[in-house]
């Protein structure tokens, strides 16, 4: 499953993305940091600003939940 989290760089989404990942999802992690450079195969960083519809949009392309 492709799930995404807002807020992964953070405190507790940090910690969410890594189980997640370790069940074997997918995510699509959204920053407000690009850390984009820290990509992995089951890891997708995203710089998203969640206040943007846009933004928002083009991060959920493809994520079955969020």
């Known amino acids: ?3 995404a989290v807002a807020g992964a760089s953070g405190f507790i989404g940090q910690y969410l993305v890594k ?3 370790n069940k074997g999802h ?5 920053s ?3 850390k984009s450079s820290e990509n ?3 890891i997708k960083w995203i710089n998203c600003n969640l206040f943007s519809r846009a ?6 392309e493809g ?3 969020a």
């Open 26 to 30: 997918e995510v699509v992690a959204l």
């Open 32 to 34: 407000r940091r690009d």
């Open 40 to 42: 992995k195969s089951n």
């Open 63 to 65: 994520v079955d939940i």
């Open 55 to 60: 933004s928002i949009s083009t991060a959920l």
């Open 19 to 21: 189980e997640l990942t």
């Open 1 to 3: 499953m492709k799930i």
